[in-house]
């Protein structure tokens, strides 16, 4: 668990929100080995990550997932997952919890 400064959201998401640091599930390294990567084992890597914040978001008031992308095309990867860079121009991101419960609802059929 960490928090991501207030400073450091968005504007848009800013007016929303409380004027404290915001709690988050901070994700060390997601990482798929060269030879095995483009086989979705990324995506499923991020989406047990997701799974994880929404159940610590109803324990602990996770507000996000934040991770920190350890280069520029693993950086443009997670922007492409929708997940949105940190104002302080680092290679942090994150997704609220509540975008996270969105994608990861299984339709009903």
Request: net charge neutral; glycine share 6%; proline share 5%.
């Amino acid at each position: 668990m960490g928090n991501v400064v207030f400073e450091n959201i968005s504007d848009e998401l800013r007016s929303k929100l409380p004027r404290y640091p915001m709690p988050v599930l901070h994700v060390g390294q997601v990482a798929t080995d060269a030879t095995l990567q483009g086989n979705g084992i990324g995506s499923l890597l991020v989406r047990f990550a997701a799974e994880k914040a929404i159940e610590a978001s109803k324990k602990v008031g996770c507000f996000a997932i934040e991770l920190v992308a350890d280069n520029q095309i693993a950086y443009d990867w997670y922007l492409k997952r929708g997940f949105l860079p940190l104002v302080d121009r680092s290679m942090r991101l994150y997704q609220s919890v509540e975008t996270l419960k969105l994608a990861t609802q299984v339709p009903s059929s």
